[in-house]
Nanobody, 125 residues
Framework: QVQLAESGGGLVQAGGSLRLSCAAS????????MGWFRQAPGKEREFVAG????????TYADSVKGRFTISRDDAKNTVSLQMNSLKPEDTAVYYC??????????????????WGQGTQVTVSS
């Protein structure tokens, strides 16, 4: 069982930065691959970034590669998403999710077992 809670969303201008945080509860946190997803109104939930259970491998959507960085701190049960050079098309609700998987990262949201409530990110032009 893992409970997740995102924070750090807000309103920023294009070109700005935000750092999202995800606080997790549960003793088995270190065994989960973690991912960030986002969903804009009327659109499907899409994969943004993922990190494996060991924290050694990361995966990014092409749309954010080079701009976003995912990291985890298992000692603190947290996962972060540093977002730089933000664009209006990054506007969405961002969700933290946990995947009980120990062999890398997966991009399919159906694979993830636990989800946070989401945090709104709005990028103005």
């Amino acid at each position: 069982q893992v409970q997740l809670a995102e924070s750090g969303g807000g309103l920023v201008q294009a070109g700005g930065s935000l750092r999202l945080s995800c606080a997790a509860s549960g003793r088995a946190f270190s065994l989960y691959a973690m991912g960030w997803f986002r969903q804009a109104p009327g659109k499907e939930r899409e994969f943004v970034a993922g990190i494996d259970s060991g924290g050694s491998h990361t995966t990014y959507a092409d749309s954010v590669k080079g701009r976003f960085t995912i990291s985890r701190d298992d000692a603190k049960n947290t996962v972060s998403l540093q977002m730089n050079s933000l664009k209006p098309e990054d506007t969405a609700v961002y969700y933290c999710a946990a995947d009980n998987f120990q062999a890398g990262t997966r991009t399919n949201p159906m694979r993830y077992d636990y989800w946070g409530q989401g945090t709104q990110v709005t990028v103005s032009s």
